[in-house]
């Protein structure tokens, strides 16, 4: 009997969609932090700063996965790849924010899952079958009643988050490939390398500003949230299914909210409120889901 697909299956889906949580819940933080430090300083000089400090959690990573071994890349290819998606969307999706407000560039990221859920079938051979379509759909359903996105977002200036999400679905899928083949602390050193390296590049086109003092801590801590996180959700699709894990990228409006009314005093609305109730739906509904999936080809393993 010829040995399964890993791309086929989830190997742990629970553990996946804890990491896919977890990952989600300090990206946002990190958005926090980055919140008081963009009015200060231009997009290049905050990828590149805060970069530096991303190989803080790095080195630990290295260090636990057994020293610089961990650092191999098998496929140079798909790395440089996916370190070129993680820079492009990076830039899409900030250049995107410069023209449309901030609500409905969120909104139109968010995108990203049905991108990958539409792609994993060709890309992957993942199965996706028409509940969890519906199930992403209404996820993505619940995101709009949170951000309400008004009419002006259907113009040209769209294009540059859609772009943005779209390639960010092209890099968890990817991920998905190069999480059986490197490490996530090979994919994670590359990656960030090639962010800093391209803000630092900004400093030929924009005008960087002398870092206070008080904000190099303020680097640092986003540094490590976004490097934990990065490593968190690169371990998600050693996991589990590309199609499974990316809609739970929704629960990061639950953090987003709460790290509001903590931070800044927001308190959701009743709209809100709705939404989150529709994102949560959808996301327990794909979880049981996936629950009766694995228990069928747990026993079609067994009987064969």
């Known amino acids: 009997m010829s040995s399964p697909n890993p791309l086929l299956s989830s190997s742990a889906p629970f553990r996946g969609i804890l990491y896919m949580l977890i990952g989600s819940a300090l990206l946002t933080a990190n958005d926090t932090v ?42 140079v290819k798909g790395q440089a790849l996916r370190a070129g998606l993680v820079v ?61 996105p008004t009419g002006d977002a259907v113009q040209w200036a769209a294009l540059f988050p859609i772009c943005a999400s779209f390639t960010g679905a092209l890099r968890d899928i990817l991920t998905r490939r190069l999480a059986f083949q490197d490490t996530a602390a090979a994919t994670l050193t590359l990656t960030t390398s090639a962010v800093v390296l391209a803000g630092l590049s900004s400093v030929l086109f924009s005008d ?57 005093g927001d308190l959701p609305d009743r709209w809100t409120m709705l939404g989150v109730a529709i994102l949560v739906m959808s996301g327990l509904y794909i979880l049981r889901r996936e629950t009766e999936l694995h228990r069928l080809r747990s026993m079609v393993n067994q009987n064969e």
């Not at 999706?93 to 901030?102: A, D, E, K, N, Q």
């Not at 991108?115 to 079958?129: R, S």
């Not at 002398?210 to 050693?238: M, S």
Request: aromatic share 18%; with cysteine; net charge positive.
């Open 34 to 75: 980055l919140k008081w430090l963009s009015g200060s300083y231009p997009v290049g000089q905050l990828m590149c700063l805060r970069g530096v400090f991303v190989y803080i959690p790095i080195a630990f990573f290295v260090w636990r996965a057994g020293g610089l071994d961990a650092l191999r890349i098998s496929n």
């Open 208 to 264: 960087w500003q002398p870092v206070k003092t008080t904000d190099i801590g303020l680097f640092a801590l986003g540094g490590v949230l976004i490097g934990t996180a990065h490593y968190v959700l690169i371990e998600t699709f050693r996991y589990a299914e590309a199609a499974l894990v990316t809609p739970f990228k929704y629960s990061s409006i639950i953090w987003a909210a709460g790290l509001g009314y903590i931070v800044w």
């Open 88 to 148: 492009c969307g990076t830039f899409l999706f900030v250049t995107g924010l410069f023209y449309l407000p901030i609500a409905d560039a969120i909104a139109i990221s968010f995108a990203g899952p049905l991108f990958v859920t539409a792609l994993a079938p060709w890309l992957l051979g993942e199965q996706v079958g028409w509940r969890r379509w519906a199930a992403v759909f209404v996820g993505f359903m619940g995101v709009l009643v949170i951000i309400r």
